[in-house]
């Protein structure tokens, strides 16, 4: 299978604490593709930018060193996807969330997301 890590999906196997069991092990399984976008690198620098996200160190080691760490692939933002989002329902504002989604749909991957308001749109979730 191949799924999609929300940010704060991301964020909590970095610091090792907040997965439930059973998505820690989808991460794991070394038969699953997991995926990290480039709109959640984009909202972690911003985050991060903002005083709002402390990391042992500046998001670009810790993203792609994490990312290696625990064999996450990249995800670019590709013009398909982008393209997308304007078929996506206006459930809520959030940029980050909207592509996470659009992405999802698109190349068919499931996102890993605890958010109510990810699993409102046409993608599938898991968590």
């Not at 933002?77 to 659009?102: G, M, T």
Request: glycine letters at 4%; one cysteine or more.
């Amino acid at each position: 299978m191949k799924y999609l890590l929300d940010t704060c999906t991301f964020i909590w196997i970095v610091e090792g604490s907040g997965l439930p069991p059973h998505i820690a092990d989808v991460v794991r399984a070394p038969e699953n593709e997991i995926f990290l976008s480039a709109a959640s690198c984009w909202e972690i620098a911003l985050k991060y930018a903002l005083g709002r996200l402390p990391l042992a160190d500046q998001p670009e080691r810790v993203v792609p060193a994490e990312r290696h760490a625990h064999g996450i692939k990249a995800l670019a933002i590709d013009e398909e996807s982008a393209l997308h989002l304007w078929r996506l329902p206006r459930l809520h504002r959030d940029p980050f969330d909207r592509i996470l989604v659009a992405q999802a749909v698109v190349h068919g991957l499931t996102i890993l997301t605890p958010d109510p308001e990810i699993a409102r749109y046409p993608a599938r979730t898991m968590w």
